[in-house]
């Protein structure tokens, strides 16, 4: 019988690590991307520094009734939110909606991981705990 050589070891470790990161569906990956991301300012249920994000999906920008820190700029950008006004806005927040706030921090550049959260945000998770006690 012959032995493994460490590398080869450490190469096999490696490569069994990427593929399970790979095989966790889109929504799990949404959801970390969105605690990562977003979970600093939004939740799904509760308005924090930014609006709930509950019902998002047919949504116009800006609508939240109780939220009051919408800039007249969302407010009056025209915005329905679909899969596809929200992947370009968190493309490029200020492209699409120049003078937003989201502008600062919201950019997601990569398209998998907007994929993902737009799933993860999709299924509309209802936990509170991000909310404010």
């Known amino acids: 019988m012959q032995l493994v050589c460490p590398q080869v070891l450490a190469v096999l470790f490696i490569v069994s690590n990427v593929c399970n990161a790979q095989s966790k569906s889109t929504v799990e990956r949404g959801h970390t991307l969105f605690r990562t991301n ?37 407010k009056a950008s025209g915005i329905v939110w679909t899969d596809e006004t929200l992947d370009a806005y968190l493309r490029d927040p200020n492209k699409l909606v120049p003078g937003t706030t989201m502008a600062a921090w919201g950019r997601v550049e990569n398209a998998n991981d907007r994929k993902a959260l737009i799933a993860y945000m999709r299924r509309e998770d209802r936990s509170a705990e991000l909310c404010p006690k």
């Open 38 to 74: 977003c979970g600093a300012c939004h939740s799904v249920t509760c308005n924090r520094q930014g609006p709930k994000l509950e019902s998002l999906f047919g949504r116009p920008a800006g609508s939240v009734a109780d939220f009051q820190q919408y800039t007249a700029e969302l």
